[in-house]
């Protein structure tokens, strides 16, 4: 006999009031639709659950409004809703703040949330379990293995008969080295690595692959943030983890399987985001290094006329008053640092 457990796995929600500055739509609209899309899925699957790896928030700053709207939002996912911590949802990397956080008002408030940060979960499977913990993000996150790895081994109560393992985290879980991070076959070859280890964190994620004896799973974001060409390109999606107990008598004896699916409310990243910004930024820079150049062909002759040769070379270029002001706060800077 076969039994099967399911989960929707979905990546940072970032959940906020206001739009980033390279959306060009409605963004927490968006983020709506795509929820009631993850809640339709759930339950079309007949998942035990939806996974949230971290930063269901933007910021642990957001507005009573906002949490409101987020409340309503995951109040309505027919089916339980394990979530953990991401360096969004807490102030400073410090997990101590967490108390103080729209995070967890929402994970007290909110009947089907369950925040693995404080408490394991067990899913039965026939006749044993399956155990799903969480580590929140902290200070200490990729400056060793131990967010990715099975917590408290010595602590499994004998008669939950917990046999296989999945794992949250939310950090820079890689295939390659970038920045802070932590290396997917380092954890893959580590003797306490669970079954499924599944992170948030990184927004283009990686899908989902096999190492080792462990199901790696970042479908990549719920959101997008950024006009990155990365961003711009991908699919918004996530993933459905199935994991299929043959209940035979043999402990542990169990398949997982991922299936990644798009999200078709999601948009083409190029309706929803605009670079326009960016070109703006990359001009204005172009600019103010122009007007740098220009300053100094006047000569260091006329140095502490400074004020003076920056508004006549503003005048005769017609350069816009807010490089001129950028030019000015360089200089001064520069002087200050020379000692000027």
């Known amino acids: 006999m076969s039994n099967a457990v399911r989960f929707i796995v979905t990546g940072d929600l970032h959940y906020r009031g206001t739009n ?8 927490q609209a968006a983020l709506n639709t795509k929820l009631s899309e993850v809640d339709l899925l759930a339950r079309t699957h007949s998942c035990d659950g939806v996974i949230i790896p971290g930063d269901i928030t933007d910021s642990p700053g957001i507005t009573l409004p906002v949490i409101g709207d987020l409340y309503t939002r995951l109040a309505q996912v027919e089916k339980p809703v394990y979530v953990i911590p991401g360096n969004h949802d807490v102030w400073g990397a410090n997990t101590a703040t967490l108390s103080r956080t729209p995070y967890r008002l929402l994970a007290r408030i909110t ?15 026939g006749s044993e379990y399956i155990r799903i913990t969480g580590s929140p993000y902290s200070a200490m996150t990729d400056r060793g293995l131990g967010d ?11 008669w939950t008969h917990t046999a296989l393992n999945i794992h949250v985290a939310h950090g820079m879980l890689l295939d390659y080295p970038l920045g802070r991070y932590t ?10 690595a669970p079954d499924v280890l599944i992170c ?8 989902a692959i096999k190492r080792g004896n462990t199901t790696f799973i970042n479908p990549g974001a719920l959101c997008r943030l950024t006009a990155h060409p990365a961003e ?3 699919q918004v999606q996530v993933c459905l983890l199935t994991i299929e107990h043959d209940d035979s008598g043999q402990t542990g004896d169990f398949t997982v399987s991922t299936e990644l699916i798009p999200l078709q409310s999601a948009r083409p990243g ?8 960016l070109e703006e930024q990359a001009s204005r820079e172009e600019l103010i290094s122009s007007f740098m150049a220009l300053l100094a062909e006047e000569g260091e002759g006329k140095f502490l006329e400074t004020r003076d040769i920056v508004e006549d070379i503003a005048r005769r270029e017609h350069i816009p008053q807010d490089v001129v002001d950028e030019a000015l706060k360089r200089i001064g800077q520069a002087r200050e640092a020379l000692g000027v």
């Open 20 to 27: 980033p500055r390279a959306r060009t739509d409605d963004f």
């Open 148 to 158: 990715y790895l099975v917590p408290n081994l010595d602590a499994q109560k004998e």
């Open 111 to 125: 009947s089907n949330i369950y925040d693995l940060s404080r408490y394991e979960q067990l899913i039965p499977s």
């Open 270 to 277: 190029h309706e929803v985001l605009s670079r326009e910004h």
């Open 232 to 234: 711009i390109e991908r």
């Open 183 to 192: 290396l997917i076959d380092d954890v893959a070859n580590h003797p306490d």
């Open 200 to 207: 948030g964190h990184e927004h283009i994620g990686f899908g």
